[in-house]
């Protein structure tokens, strides 16, 4: 009988080395965990290198970037809190009516009953406040949907709107109030080519985000769960790096950092921790991602819907301020369109039309994309006829691309 002869090479027992996993393939599953926030964070970036050319660098001259802040500090601020509303699974069609009603109350409280402006300021927010929790009862409570209740909202805001300012602009504000929009921070220690307190807040910015990076990589490798590798990984640090360094000494060069980019980091590191960290944050994603087996977990979802449209009322308070603030009047032509451009920014941002899916994060980014094609088509001449069209298609590019992922994850 002929024997078969066996090469070590073909036993099928031979011992196979594992490779490990590939770098490609850790670096796809990174992006697939957050393909709508990279994404949009790529797309940001290819707007701003493609209008940064388009304009012969005039996009990134220091003068230009400060304006591009404090000209979309209020929409950035709506979409913040209107991201919040969409995660939860509702719409607020009345944030530009409200913001314009509690501008117009500020320029009356000030302007003419002669309220020193930190005191206008506190009403107005407790008015936005009160105005949320309005319209919070109405959805939250009775159950009537938040589309026909801000509806009415943004009706009964505008109409409360024409009749304080009774059809004409008042004006103007105090200097120290005009400051939280086209205000900066003042300038410390010796004279140099630099504003030395932006420095600093952009070294200590640089600090805390390489700090919260190792962290993460540390509490991954605690779970038990793959991190990045560890080329990947630096090279994450650095451009973190480069892009604070190079943010930080732009603003450093024109006057510092404008007060309005403050109110937006805190209203970002406060938001994005309360949404990513508290029981609040993670209820509002339950609610919205599948309220009857949230309900079923314990959660109360009136109380949470309810919430969100307060902190919506507030959010939107601020941005009336803010806005009055730059224009120095309280104008009953004042926000409209804001709930427009906010509800945009939250879906460019990665929010989804059905609910449960979003973060702030994703919101600045959206309002960004936004903001940068605004500010970069007017440098260029494009009409605004045309703007609108491009924002448009823009917007539909972002929930189409929302539906399809979800359809190729279905299926």
């Known amino acids: 009988m002929a024997q078969t002869e066996t090469t070590p090479d073909s036993s099928p027992m031979a011992p196979q080395a594992d490779p490990g996993p590939s770098l490609g393939g850790v670096l796809a599953r990174a992006l697939r965990g957050n393909v709508r926030q990279y994404g949009m964070l790529v797309a940001l970036a290819l707007i ?5 050319i388009w304009t012969d660098g005039i996009l990134l001259q220091p003068l230009n970037i400060t304006n591009l802040i404090q000209q979309n500090g209020y929409i950035l601020i709506l979409a913040i809190g209107m991201m919040i509303v969409i995660i939860a699974g509702h719409i607020d069609l009345s944030v530009g009516s409200l913001a314009a009603f509690v501008g117009a109350a500020a320029a009356v409280m000030m302007v003419k009953q002669h309220l020193p402006w930190p005191v206008a300021m506190v009403i107005a927010l407790v008015i936005g406040a009160l105005a949320g929790a309005w319209q919070g009862f109405w959805i939250a409570y009775l159950g009537i949907p938040s589309f026909i209740v801000t509806l009415a909202g943004m009706l009964l805001f505008r109409g409360g709107t024409q009749i304080l300012l009774q059809g004409q602009s008042v004006a103007p504000f105090p200097k120290g109030f005009q400051s939280i929009s086209s205000g900066f921070l003042p300038e410390v220690g010796p004279r140099t080519n630099y504003h030395n307190l932006t420095l600093l807040l952009g070294l200590a910015v640089l600090a805390v985000a390489i700090l919260q990076e190792v962290r993460g990589r540390r509490q991954t490798v ?3 769960l793959e991190p990045l590798p560890i080329a990947l990984f630096l090279t994450k640090l650095a451009v973190i790096t480069t892009a604070v360094v190079a943010f930080t000494m732009l603003l450093a060069s024109y006057h510092g950092v404008p007060i309005v980019l ?12 309360l949404m990513r960290n508290s029981i609040i944050g993670r209820h509002t994603y339950a609610i919205g991602g599948n309220e009857p087996a949230a309900k079923l977990s314990g959660v109360k979802s009136k109380r949470v819907v309810f919430l969100a449209f307060v902190n919506m009322g507030v959010l939107a ?4 301020l803010v806005f009055a603030a730059r224009l120095n009047a309280g104008t009953p032509q004042a926000g409209i369109n804001f709930e427009l451009e906010a509800i945009a920014a939250a879906f460019i941002g990665g929010a989804s039309a059905s609910g449960g899916v979003g ?4 919101a600045i980014i959206g309002g960004l994309v936004l903001g940068v094609l605004n500010n970069g088509m007017s440098l260029v001449g494009v009409g605004t006829d045309y703007q609108q069209v491009i924002k448009g298609l823009v917007l539909l590019a972002a929930v189409g691309f929302d539906v399809y992922n979800k359809r190729r994850a279905g299926s």
């Open 222 to 224: 605690s779970y038990g």
């Open 48 to 52: 701003v290198v493609l209008f940064q």
């Open 317 to 320: 308070a601020l941005a009336g």
């Open 359 to 362: 973060t702030v994060m994703g």
């Open 262 to 273: 403050l109110i937006l980091g805190a209203l970002l590191v406060g938001f994005g921790y």
